[in-house]
C-alpha cells in the first residue's frame, strides 16, 4: 500500500499495483509458498497450521507450523526441503524470528511466553507475556526489535505492547480489534494490523496514519493480518483468508 496523508484511499488499477517477490505462510493450505515478483509460484513446502515464516541469509526458511499432534514449533528447512533444526513446543505458536545472534525467537502462543532457543535447541531465555488468559488469544506476531525489546500483538486482549529485554511491559497501544501483526518504526512509531484496520501511532501514541479494509474493496479484504513496512514507506498488508474464505486475494 502506498502512502499518502492521514486517511488515504487507495483507489489504484491494477498496472499501478507495486509488484515484489514475496514468501508466505498459507495456513489454508499447510504451506509456505515463495512467489517471484511476476506471481509465479517458485518453491513451496508443506507446513501444517503456519501463520508466519522468514527467508534466512542462508537461503533456508525457518516457520512457525505444527510439528506433532496438536503441538506446534518451529522448523528451518534447506531450499530441497531438507529439515536442517526443530524447536518443539507445547501448544500453539504463531510467531518466529531468526534473531542476529543465531538464535530464534518463538512466540508461545498458549504458554503465555516468548522464548529465545540457541541453536543447539537450548533456551537461551525466557519472558512471561502479559494477557488476560492464556490460550489461543493471547497472541499473534512477535518480533525482538533493534534495541532489544519485543513488540507483540495481543488479539485476546485488543492490544499492541512493548516489552523491555526484562519482560516489563514498556507501553500499551490500544486496538480496535484483535491485535495480529505489529512492527516497531526506526522513526519510534508503531505500524499493526487488528482485523479490519492497520495503524501507525507515534511514540505518545497518537494516530497518525490508518488503512481500512472498507478502502481497497478491490482486493476482497476479510482480515487485515500480517504486516511489514518497507524501507520506501509503502506497507505491505496480508490479507487472511480463514475460515472457509479461501479464493480471493492473499496480499496488496
Not at 499495483?17 to 498459507?26: N, T
Not at 530464534?104 to 507475556?129: H, I, Q, S, W, Y
Request: charged share 25%.
Amino acid at each position: 500500500m502506498r502512502r499518502s496523508g492521514r486517511h488515504s484511499l487507495f483507489r489504484l488499477a491494477i498496472e499501478d499495483w507495486v509488484r515484489h517477490a514475496f514468501i508466505l505462510s498459507d495456513s489454508g493450505r499447510g504451506k509456505v509458498l515463495r512467489f517471484d515478483a511476476d506471481g509465479k509460484l517458485v518453491w513451496e513446502c508443506d507446513a501444517p497450521n503456519s501463520y508466519d515464516c522468514q527467508l534466512l541469509a542462508n537461503g533456508n526458511v525457518a516457520f512457525a507450523c505444527r510439528v506433532q499432534g496438536r503441538d506446534r514449533g518451529v522448523r528451518e528447512v534447506t531450499p530441497d526441503r531438507k529439515v536442517v533444526w526443530e524447536y518443539k513446543a507445547t501448544g500453539e505458536v504463531f510467531a518466529c524470528q531468526r534473531l542476529a545472534d543465531g538464535n530464534t525467537l518463538v512466540g508461545e502462543c498458549t504458554n503465555a511466553r516468548l522464548v529465545e532457543v540457541a541453536p543447539d535447541g537450548k533456551l537461551a531465555k525466557e519472558l512471561k507475556v502479559k494477557c488476560k488468559a492464556a490460550g489461543h488469544g493471547c497472541m499473534r506476531m512477535a518480533r525482538k526489535t533493534t534495541a532489544g525489546t519485543y513488540m507483540v500483538g495481543h488479539p485476546g486482549d485488543r492490544m499492541v505492547r512493548e516489552y523491555s529485554a526484562a519482560g516489563e511491559v514498556l507501553r500499551e497501544i490500544p486496538a480496535p480489534g484483535p491485535a495480529y501483526g505489529v512492527q516497531l518504526l526506526d522513526n519510534g512509531n508503531v505500524v499493526f494490523s487488528c482485523a479490519h484496520f492497520v495503524i501507525e501511532v507515534d511514540k505518545a501514541g497518537k494516530e497518525v496514519w490508518r488503512l481500512s479494509d472498507k478502502e481497497v474493496p478491490e482486493v476482497g479484504p476479510k482480515w487485515l493480518a500480517c504486516i511489514a513496512r518497507l524501507p520506501n514507506g509503502n506497507t505491505v498488508v496480508g490479507n487472511w483468508l480463514g475460515h472457509g474464505q479461501e479464493g480471493g486475494m492473499a496480499l496488496t
